[in-house]
């Protein structure tokens, strides 16, 4: 995954993985500021119910405002 673009957004490096996805360190072209995305791998995304989780998690992390919690942007 490093080195591919995602939307308008550089992958530099992979931070971790866990049993929810893939996080990764990129640049955001557009902005130009470094950002954090997490991606569930193909295997997972083809899960329903891991689908489900993923999104709730981001739902959920999107509701919530506060300067050391990150944001979603898409």
Known sequence: MVGKTISHSEILDSLGAGG???VYRARDTKLDRDV???VLPDDLA???????????GAKLLASLKHSN??????
């Open 36 to 38: 954090a995305i997490k």
């Open 46 to 56: 083809a899960d329903p119910d891991r689908l489900a989780r993923f999104e709730r």
């Open 69 to 74: 919690i990150g944001a979603i942007h898409g």
């Open 20 to 22: 929810m996805g893939e």
